[in-house]
């Protein structure tokens, strides 16, 4: 399973990030997790093989992370030669269905039957789980930042890697997260602009503690975030191995 931090920004515009989105590849699966603005140039930037993507599975409906949906599929449609004949998957939180149908109001009803099939499966935010290809193990929890807002394990080849999406401090997804190979965690705040609905890095660091992963990588940072110590401050509260992802770092498990 090799992963690659396509997008580790937020909403506000950065010189070398652009929004959420992380690109998951196995043996016959390519999940991208969400797909905010700017990811399906980066993807091509970065020589990824986006047009090989089977999976698109978003966390929630903010903008940061959805902004690029429609971008994608018309990619498929016309971004390329000849144009995409697979089917496509498009899973989420209960709301999805209702996302793709607002996305076509506003961008065409070609978005329904866009020349390849488009099946959407929302999962229950919590216990939510589905095979992708042969053998992908997809599974949900529920996590404190809008009322639809999914963190996703995803286990394959004896692998696992756990992906927050956006978060606030919450003990029971750390314990669902324990023992993962990779927790791909966001790290928005400092701790002088603490919210409920982010992470502060001392709160990343506290809550990787208890997940305690084999590694953990830190992405969705906001500009102010990115002055702190993070790496020290993490470090004070999880001993373990801790990556600061930026666009295009990539790693095989």
């Not at 652009?18 to 399906?40: K, R």
């Not at 999976?55 to 390329?80: I, R």
């Amino acid at each position: 399973m090799r992963l690659t931090t396509v997008g580790t920004g937020t909403v506000a515009p950065h010189p070398t990030r652009v929004a959420s989105g992380h690109l998951l590849q196995t043996d016959d699966v390519t999940l991208l997790l969400d797909c905010g603005p700017g990811i399906t140039h980066r993807l091509a930037a970065l020589r990824l093989a986006w047009p090989t993507i089977t999976h698109v599975a978003l966390t929630h409906f903010h903008l940061d992370h959805v902004g690029e949906v429609a971008a994608l599929c018309y990619a498929f449609k016309y971004g390329q030669l000849p144009p995409r004949s697979a089917p496509l998957t498009l899973l989420g939180p209960p709301g999805t269905r209702d996302l793709l149908d607002r996305l076509a109001i506003t961008y065409g009803t070609w978005l329904h039957a866009p020349g390849y099939a488009l099946e959407v499966v929302e999962l229950p935010r919590e216990g939510g789980e589905v095979t992708l290809g042969t053998s992908v193990r997809l599974r949900t929890f529920p996590v404190p930042h809008t009322p639809e807002s999914v963190a996703y394990s995803v286990e394959a080849n004896g692998r696992r890697v756990v992906y927050s999406g956006d978060t606030g401090y919450d003990e029971p997804f750390a314990r669902w997260a324990a023992g993962c190979d990779l927790l791909l965690l966001e790290c928005s705040l400092p701790e002088t602009l603490a919210i409920p609905s982010h992470l502060t890095p001392r709160q990343a660091g506290a809550m990787a503690a208890l997940a305690n992963p084999r590694r953990l990588v830190l992405t969705h940072f906001y500009a102010p975030v990115e002055t702190e110590e993070l790496a020290a401050t993490v470090a004070a509260e999880f001993t373990g191995e801790v990556t600061l992802a930026h666009d295009g770092w990539a790693i095989d498990l």
